[in-house]
């Protein structure tokens, strides 16, 4: 395989396409001010995204309310923006496959290749290791 045919993780084109998008499902959306899935969610949403929290521990964040998973959201999102465990990732995954979801973005800090791979592979358009927060305060100068 070519180098480009292997892998598209972090395609600047990925990363303008889902900077644009209008909806954002937030895996693993904390309820505390402080943590970065706290912050990053309030910037996009007051940069005017609408945030879907999936957090099966609380009931509502940001003035939404929160879902136990992604197949438990009333819509579609266009991004599924992850904030948990690298060895999460397989299942988030799994459920975007199942529901026909074509865009994920795991937050700065987190990888999982093998997970991004089969992502890939399933036509789903990948951005790891990247904060959506800093990502979208670059391309919006």
């Known amino acids: 395989m070519e180098a480009e045919e292997r892998s598209r993780v972090n395609s600047p084109v990925d990363i303008e396409k889902m900077l644009a998008a209008k909806t954002i499902a937030v895996v693993g959306l ?5 943590k970065p899935s706290h912050f990053v969610s309030a910037y996009m949403q007051h940069a005017g995204k609408k945030i879907l929290p999936v957090n099966p ?3 509502s964040v940001l003035g939404e309310t929160s879902y136990a998973s992604l197949s438990d959201l009333p819509e579609k999102p266009d991004v599924v923006n992850v904030f948990r465990l690298p060895r999460a ?18 937050q700065q800090g987190i990888r999982n290749d093998e997970a991004a791979a089969k992502a890939e592979a399933a036509g789903i358009h990948v951005v790891m290791d990247r ?7 670059m391309h919006t100068r």
């Open 30 to 34: 904390s309820d505390d001010p402080a």
């Open 57 to 59: 521990a609380i009931q």
């Open 89 to 106: 990732i397989p299942a988030i995954v799994d459920e975007m496959i199942a529901l026909g979801l074509k865009n994920l973005w795991v």
């Open 131 to 137: 904060c959506m927060m800093v990502e979208h305060r």
